[in-house]
């Protein structure tokens, strides 16, 4: 504890805090997703540009699975939630998983 010396208060002293862990979104290949809707899906909840998202696509197409991103924990469950609801909507089998950094 210490004396705040503007308002006069007992202030806590900064704690020493972990970095939260982080976690990768991996996006696996299947056999029936289209290319293009990979992409769009790489730009739009990943916010890659076109041509990151055409290689990571292809990385994905090419070795069975690929890095989307890496996050802290919630943020990472969300984007592979939102990626599989926009796949299931429209019709794709597309998977993705979170696997801890
Ligand atoms: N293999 C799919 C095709 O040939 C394309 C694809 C790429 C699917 C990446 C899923 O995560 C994936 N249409």
Redesign the pocket.
Same mark, same amino acid.
Not at 9 to 17: M, N, R
């Given at each position: 504890m210490a004396i705040n010396n503007e308002n006069s208060i007992l202030t806590k002293e900064k704690e020493k805090l972990a970095k939260p862990s982080m976690y990768a979104v991996i &996006? #696996?290949?299947?056999?029936?997703?289209?290319?293009e809707?990979?992409i769009y899906v790489l730009q739009s909840v990943f916010k890659k540009n076109y041509e990151d998202a055409k290689r990571i &696509? #292809?990385t994905?197409?090419n070795e069975g699975?690929?890095i989307c991103g890496v996050f802290p924990l919630d943020i990472a469950e969300t984007k592979a939630n939102q990626v599989v609801e926009f796949a299931r909507i429209n019709q794709?089998p #597309?998977?993705c998983k979170v696997q801890k950094q």
């Amino acid at each position: 504890m210490a004396i705040n010396n503007e308002n006069s208060i007992l202030t806590k002293e900064k704690e020493k805090l972990a970095k939260p862990s982080m976690y990768a979104v991996i &996006m #696996l290949n299947d056999d029936y997703t289209p290319m293009e809707f990979v992409i769009y899906v790489l730009q739009s909840v990943f916010k890659k540009n076109y041509e990151d998202a055409k290689r990571i &696509m #292809l990385t994905i197409h090419n070795e069975g699975k690929g890095i989307c991103g890496v996050f802290p924990l919630d943020i990472a469950e969300t984007k592979a939630n939102q990626v599989v609801e926009f796949a299931r909507i429209n019709q794709h089998p #597309l998977e993705c998983k979170v696997q801890k950094q």
